[in-house]
């Protein structure tokens, strides 16, 4: 199961450093310095010096995701709210953004996830004055009519439908909701179809979702490339000072532990592979832990390119497409996935067997040392492979700190993938990786004959 | 073969991510009947040409060298450009140059079975990967110089002594059929509209087959047809050997002595046949789905080398450059009217570079398409978007580009096609891709250009290659026959809105409303989505 569209597969094949400190490494992996600052408003402004031949990226990441999203009949409204923030401010009007922007041909852009959205521009350094202008302005001051949010709110739809196709957004909406009960968690990014349908009619929520989440205090700006430092933060104070809301808070119900083995099936009516899915509840990342570096090598432990799994059934036995994994990091305790896309409906226990055998095997404290290494040596050489342009450095940063809520959450993620040793991933899949804990999913295609479907 | 990630942004990342914008200060879109007065004489523009011939791309010499040396990186950047693709592809087995590249690149050397070469590129982190196209085929590399010796005894292997084993064959094979019937047909709508596009312009030509091959024809191939072809197409006469990066002279000397073991030549290079420029036809992919999709276009004689493509590409990034929220059906479709998710436009075939919203490089093409993709709209809405798209690209023959969007345009692409060369397997590609284009700096060139060319001459350009009667037409959606049965009577497809409209929004929607499409009621065909490129 996949997340929605790939819209920014910019690390593709990557895999995230481990500060190369220790003396025996000739390659530091994340060559780069953060100049951070807070402003007494509250908002985090890191600078990255990157040498760019006067391209810079500008990243906003503001943590706020579908993760906030308490209210019944509101899902999706991170997401959507996403869209609305292209709209205009009373000084920059509709289309005022693009004529700016545009000018400059910048690449401006922006996502949401379950826990962050965050804003890019990518261009030249020579458009970063009117850049951080009018960044500032629709951060302070955004302003859009009701038509303007009914239309966006039919583009939101037609971005649903056009994920709709595949099934792995299916896949997610079952699992979420089978696997929580309580927690927002239950709903995607995208939200809840039903909602998604209802979003033209929440106009005035969307102008109090602002008013709550889009405040100094839960926002950090990143800007990487090459520029005076100085004056760069002298616009930035100058801009962004006089923005003065204070973040809300809300109570995210907390997820009850799971005790009895959970499952999910999902029927889909077009040609597809059969598909499975293993779904534990895990802890969350945080910056104090080590729980998102340990999750993030079991991942390559027990289904990357090297795992005994992966030897056993892609390549000798052919039993699957691919094995793999979408645990992603979360703010709040979340999910560790094994996924295996199958060649026939007739292996799925076998393969879902081969792999809760991995699993015991972990937890019973075989683990092989050497293969944890390479996976951190991957980790390490993968970071620096990955950072090929400063927008690249500048979503990394954003997405850690955005997930770990402190400016250099990237940093310390490398520093805790560094550390991870094989008997913390014996230790974290003994507790956590456990028969009670488990939901399982599975997908089988039902066709119609004559390929027609009801 | 994707290096693994440990924490896949991709999957971090594979997000919902959306710019959304309006028009920069609206310029009313005058209406449709009026002659703006700056329009030469009222004589009807050129016909589009008949016929698209293949006029073949230049030839470098065998294993010319492209180095972009930086002393600035510690990463290696191998980037082997082979002048072979599906057209290789022998009749009645489809997908093979695909399969056999495949094979090539994953399914180990003749020193390391496929889990060993995967172990032993695992703790570098170094990418190897092959990517297909109609005409090109790319190797491609990236690895730490920690790593240089042992990466390039297997980089080398790869192309040299690769396994060609039969359990590999099979495992590859099986995928590359699922791509086809669970992936193309049933998963990506957009990317199967997109397919059956290129089937239905460049039908009965090399290029109509889809790249990753038929059901039929993947089936049909055998492990000597892999050996054969790989002797056959990865010769040195087609190859253009590119190296960025970390590169010293011991590097070079010793990956050409290395590669100097190819075949000198191969087979004969496939002669392209002319293709007959029919316009006006549509298909309609029957599959269940919540909404349509649609693509559009033709075979286009203007490509990179022409002094015509400059203007045109231009042109058609006003139109809709790709997932950029500045282009003007972007605006007017999605924006405006919510129509959708995004509409763009593209002067010369387009491929997403993953991870970026680029093209792809070396996917060049002697014989180009200029099409336009429309994302996903409600049924009912599906003639009206597809009216709409062929109403602006009209306009664009009709009247020249107003001077302050024009400028604006201008600056964009300026500061823009900067971002196309900010990484070395991206400046390799575009300076490799010059070599067959014959077109040196070609992106310099393109901003050089830019800065000569005026609305009325870019619109002189237009009136001349842009041919929006020419255009064909495929729709993915789940009531065909209906579609088909709207677009066959040329009805009206009037269109209400769930929001206030401005009045000009309302007069340009008139003009679209009642707007004939190309299209030949007798060249619209129905096909289920399930038969498609089964053989």
């Given at each position: 199961?996949?997340?929605?569209?790939?819209?920014?597969?910019?690390?593709?094949?990557?895999?995230?450093?481990?500060?190369?400190?220790?003396?025996?490494?000739?390659?530091?992996?994340?060559?780069?310095?953060?100049k951070?600052d807070?402003?007494?408003?509250?908002?985090?402004v890191?600078r990255?010096p990157?040498?760019?031949?006067?391209?810079?990226?500008?990243?906003?990441?503001?943590?706020?995701?579908?993760?906030?999203?308490?209210?019944?009949?509101?899902?999706?409204?991170?997401?959507?709210?996403?869209?609305?923030?292209?709209?205009?401010?009373?000084?920059?009007?509709?289309?005022?953004?693009?004529?700016?922007?545009?000018?400059?041909?910048?690449?401006?852009?922006?996502?949401?996830?379950?826990?962050?959205?965050?804003?890019?521009?990518?261009?030249?350094t020579?458009?970063l004055p009117?850049?951080i202008?009018?960044?500032?302005?629709?951060?302070?001051?955004?302003?859009?009519?009701?038509?303007?949010?009914?239309?966006?709110?039919?583009?939101?739809?037609?971005?649903?439908?056009?994920?709709?196709?595949?099934?792995?957004?299916?896949?997610?909406?079952?699992?979420?909701?089978?696997?929580?009960?309580?927690?927002?968690?239950?709903?995607?990014?995208?939200?809840?179809?039903?909602?998604?349908?209802?979003?033209?009619?929440?106009?005035?929520?969307?102008?109090?979702?602002?008013?709550?989440?889009?405040?100094?205090?839960?926002?950090?700006?990143?800007i990487?490339g090459d520029f005076d430092d100085d004056q760069v933060m002298k616009l930035v104070r100058e801009h962004?000072?006089?923005?003065?809301?204070?973040?809300?808070?809300?109570?995210?119900?907390?997820?009850?532990?799971?005790?009895?083995?959970?499952?999910?099936?999902?029927?889909?009516?077009?040609?597809?592979?059969?598909?499975?899915?293993?779904?534990?509840?895990?802890?969350?990342?945080?910056?104090?832990?080590?729980?998102?570096?340990?999750?993030?090598?079991?991942?390559?432990?027990?289904?990357?390119?090297?795992?005994?799994?992966?030897?056993?059934?892609?390549?000798?036995?052919?039993?699957?497409?691919?094995?793999?994994?979408?645990?992603?990091?979360?703010?709040?305790?979340?999910?560790?996935?094994?996924?295996?896309?199958?060649?026939?409906?007739?292996?799925?226990?076998?393969?879902?067997?081969?792999?809760?055998?991995?699993?015991?095997?972990?937890?019973?404290?075989?683990?092989?040392?050497?293969?944890?290494?390479?996976?951190?040596?991957?980790?390490?050489?993968?970071?620096?492979?990955?950072?090929?342009?400063?927008?690249?450095?500048?979503?990394?940063?954003?997405?850690?700190?955005?997930?770990?809520?402190?400016?250099?959450?990237?940093?310390?993620?490398?520093?805790?993938?560094?550390?991870?040793?094989?008997?913390?991933?014996?230790?974290?899949?003994?507790?956590?990786?456990?028969?009670?804990?488990?939901?399982?999913?599975?997908?089988?295609?039902?066709?119609?004959?004559?390929?027609?479907?009801? | 073969?994707?290096?693994?990630?440990?924490?896949?942004?991709?999957?971090?990342?594979?997000?919902?991510?959306?710019?959304?914008?309006?028009?920069?200060?609206?310029?009313?879109?005058?209406?449709?009947?009026?002659?703006?007065?700056?329009?030469?004489?009222?004589?009807?523009?050129?016909?589009?040409?008949?016929?698209?011939?293949?006029?073949?791309?230049?030839?470098?010499?065998?294993?010319?060298?492209?180095?972009?040396?930086?002393?600035?990186?510690?990463?290696?950047?191998?980037?082997?450009?082979?002048?072979?693709?599906?057209?290789?592809?022998?009749?009645?087995?489809?997908?093979?140059?695909?399969?056999?590249?495949?094979?090539?690149?994953?399914?180990?050397?003749?020193?390391?079975?496929?889990?060993?070469?995967?172990?032993?590129?695992?703790?570098?982190?170094?990418?190897?990967?092959?990517?297909?196209?109609?005409?090109?085929?790319?190797?491609?590399?990236?690895?730490?110089?920690?790593?240089?010796?042992?990466?390039?005894?297997?980089?080398?292997?790869?192309?040299?002594?690769?396994?060609?084993?039969?359990?590999?064959?099979?495992?590859?094979?099986?995928?590359?059929?699922?791509?086809?019937?669970?992936?193309?047909?049933?998963?990506?709508?957009?990317?199967?509209?997109?397919?059956?596009?290129?089937?239905?312009?460049?039908?009965?030509?090399?290029?109509?087959?889809?790249?990753?091959?038929?059901?039929?024809?993947?089936?049909?191939?055998?492990?000597?047809?892999?050996?054969?072809?790989?002797?056959?197409?990865?010769?040195?006469?087609?190859?253009?050997?590119?190296?960025?990066?970390?590169?010293?002279?011991?590097?070079?000397?010793?990956?050409?002595?290395?590669?100097?073991?190819?075949?000198?030549?191969?087979?004969?290079?496939?002669?392209?046949?002319?293709?007959?420029?029919?316009?006006?036809?549509?298909?309609?992919?029957?599959?269940?789905?919540?909404?349509?999709?649609?693509?559009?276009?033709?075979?286009?004689?203007?490509?990179?080398?022409?002094?015509?493509?400059?203007?045109?590409?231009?042109?058609?990034?006003?139109?809709?450059?790709?997932?950029?929220?500045?282009?003007?059906?972007?605006?007017?479709?999605?924006?405006?009217?919510?129509?959708?998710?995004?509409?763009?436009?593209?002067?010369?075939?387009?491929?997403?570079?993953?991870?970026?919203?680029?093209?792809?490089?070396?996917?060049?093409?002697?014989?180009?398409?200029?099409?336009?993709?429309?994302?996903?709209?409600?049924?009912?809405?599906?003639?009206?978007?597809?009216?709409?798209?062929?109403?602006?690209?009209?306009?664009?023959?009709?009247?020249?580009?107003?001077?302050?969007?024009?400028?604006?345009?201008?600056?964009?692409?300026?500061?823009?096609?900067?971002?196309?060369?900010?990484?070395?397997?991206?400046?390799?590609?575009?300076?490799?891709?010059?070599?067959?284009?014959?077109?040196?700096?070609?992106?310099?060139?393109?901003?050089?250009?830019?800065?000569?060319?005026?609305?009325?001459?870019?619109?002189?350009?237009?009136?001349?290659?842009?041919?929006?009667?020419?255009?064909?037409?495929?729709?993915?959606?789940?009531?065909?026959?209906?579609?088909?049965?709207?677009?066959?009577?040329?009805?009206?497809?009037?269109?209400?809105?769930?929001?206030?409209?401005?009045?000009?929004?309302?007069?340009?929607?008139?003009?679209?409303?009642?707007?004939?499409?190309?299209?030949?009621?007798?060249?619209?065909?129905?096909?289920?989505?399930?038969?498609?490129?089964?053989?």
């Amino acid at each position: 199961m996949r997340r929605l569209l790939p819209l920014l597969l910019l690390l593709l094949g990557t895999a995230l450093p481990a500060l190369a400190q220790s003396t025996s490494s000739p390659t530091q992996a994340f060559p780069y310095t953060l100049k951070t600052d807070k402003l007494p408003n509250g908002l985090t402004v890191v600078r990255v010096p990157y040498p760019s031949q006067g391209i810079v990226s500008y990243v906003t990441v503001v943590r706020v995701g579908s993760r906030n999203e308490v209210e019944a009949g509101k899902t999706g409204f991170a997401h959507f709210f996403e869209h609305m923030m292209f709209k205009g401010t009373p000084r920059h009007p509709e289309g005022e953004r693009e004529r700016i922007l545009g000018t400059f041909g910048f690449d401006d852009n922006a996502f949401t996830t379950d826990d962050i959205t965050l804003y890019y521009s990518y261009g030249p350094t020579a458009g970063l004055p009117q850049l951080i202008d009018i960044e500032a302005d629709r951060f302070r001051n955004l302003e859009y009519a009701e038509p303007s949010f009914r239309t966006e709110a039919l583009a939101v739809l037609g971005e649903y439908h056009k994920s709709a196709a595949a099934p792995f957004l299916k896949m997610e909406e079952t699992l979420n909701a089978a696997a929580f009960t309580k927690h927002t968690y239950r709903h995607t990014t995208l939200g809840f179809y039903e909602d998604i349908k209802a979003m033209p009619e929440a106009y005035q929520y969307s102008r109090d979702f602002f008013q709550r989440w889009y405040t100094p205090d839960n926002t950090l700006l990143f800007i990487v490339g090459d520029f005076d430092d100085d004056q760069v933060m002298k616009l930035v104070r100058e801009h962004y000072g006089p923005w003065d809301r204070k973040t809300s808070t809300i109570t995210v119900p907390t997820e009850p532990p799971q005790t009895q083995p959970r499952s999910a099936h999902v029927d889909w009516p077009q040609p597809t592979q059969p598909r499975q899915v293993l779904a534990w509840h895990t802890p969350a990342a945080s910056a104090n832990t080590q729980n998102a570096a340990i999750q993030t090598v079991l991942v390559a432990y027990l289904v990357g390119p090297t795992s005994p799994a992966y030897k056993q059934l892609v390549l000798e036995q052919q039993l699957v497409e691919s094995i793999g994994s979408d645990y992603v990091d979360h703010r709040d305790p979340h999910l560790f996935t094994l996924t295996a896309t199958l060649k026939d409906e007739r292996h799925r226990d076998r393969v879902r067997l081969a792999l809760l055998r991995e699993v015991s095997k972990v937890a019973a404290g075989k683990v092989d040392a050497a293969r944890v290494k390479a996976i951190q040596d991957n980790a390490r050489y993968g970071a620096l492979m990955a950072l090929q342009t400063p927008r690249d450095v500048g979503i990394q940063l954003g997405w850690y700190a955005g997930i770990l809520g402190t400016p250099d959450g990237l940093q310390r993620h490398l520093g805790h993938l560094a550390k991870v040793t094989p008997a913390q991933l014996s230790e974290f899949t003994k507790r956590y990786l456990q028969a009670s804990k488990l939901t399982q999913l599975s997908l089988t295609p039902k066709v119609d004959t004559a390929g027609g479907t009801k | 073969m994707k290096t693994q990630t440990l924490v896949s942004l991709t999957a971090l990342l594979s997000l919902v991510g959306c710019a959304s914008q309006q028009k920069p200060a609206p310029e009313p879109t005058p209406p449709p009947a009026q002659e703006a007065t700056a329009t030469p004489p009222a004589e009807a523009p050129p016909k589009a040409p008949s016929e698209v011939p293949a006029i073949p791309l230049r030839q470098p010499k065998p294993m010319e060298l492209v180095v972009l040396a930086r002393p600035d990186t510690p990463i290696v950047t191998f980037r082997l450009v082979f002048h072979t693709g599906s057209i290789d592809d022998p009749k009645g087995k489809e997908g093979l140059t695909a399969l056999t590249a495949t094979l090539m690149a994953e399914g180990g050397t003749q020193k390391l079975t496929s889990a060993q070469l995967l172990d032993a590129l695992f703790p570098m982190a170094a990418e190897l990967d092959t990517s297909v196209d109609k005409e090109f085929t790319t190797f491609s590399g990236r690895v730490h110089r920690d790593f240089l010796p042992r990466y390039l005894d297997i980089f080398t292997d790869v192309l040299l002594a690769p396994r060609l084993d039969a359990a590999e064959l099979e495992r590859l094979r099986t995928n590359a059929i699922s791509t086809v019937e669970n992936g193309l047909r049933s998963a990506n709508d957009e990317g199967l509209g997109k397919a059956a596009l290129d089937a239905l312009i460049y039908e009965g030509h090399p290029y109509a087959h889809f790249i990753g091959g038929t059901v039929q024809g993947l089936k049909s191939i055998t492990l000597d047809d892999v050996k054969a072809h790989a002797q056959r197409v990865f010769t040195q006469d087609r190859l253009v050997v590119g190296l960025a990066g970390a590169v010293d002279d011991a590097l070079k000397q010793s990956l050409l002595s290395r590669l100097g073991t190819l075949p000198a030549t191969g087979a004969p290079r496939v002669t392209l046949p002319t293709v007959t420029a029919t316009s006006g036809r549509a298909v309609i992919l029957q599959k269940q789905t919540l909404s349509t999709a649609v693509s559009m276009g033709y075979v286009n004689p203007v490509r990179r080398g022409d002094p015509d493509f400059f203007p045109l590409a231009f042109a058609l990034t006003h139109l809709g450059e790709h997932r950029q929220s500045i282009g003007l059906l972007f605006n007017e479709l999605r924006e405006k009217r919510g129509l959708n998710y995004g509409d763009y436009a593209y002067a010369e075939h387009f491929i997403e570079d993953p991870g970026t919203t680029y093209n792809r490089t070396n996917i060049a093409r002697t014989q180009q398409d200029l099409t336009v993709w429309i994302r996903p709209v409600d049924p009912s809405h599906a003639v009206f978007a597809t009216r709409g798209a062929l109403y602006f690209l009209d306009q664009l023959v009709k009247e020249p580009i107003p001077q302050e969007r024009f400028d604006l345009m201008r600056g964009f692409l300026q500061g823009y096609s900067r971002l196309w060369e900010q990484t070395d397997p991206r400046r390799l590609g575009y300076a490799i891709d010059s070599l067959f284009y014959g077109t040196p700096n070609y992106l310099e060139q393109y901003r050089q250009a830019l800065t000569k060319m005026t609305p009325q001459s870019v619109q002189d350009v237009l009136r001349r290659r842009l041919h929006p009667s020419a255009l064909n037409f495929a729709f993915v959606t789940q009531d065909a026959e209906a579609l088909a049965s709207a677009l066959r009577s040329g009805q009206p497809s009037p269109m209400t809105y769930a929001s206030d409209k401005s009045q000009a929004l309302l007069d340009v929607d008139k003009s679209i409303i009642g707007l004939p499409l190309p299209l030949r009621s007798d060249a619209i065909t129905v096909t289920p989505a399930q038969s498609f490129m089964e053989k």
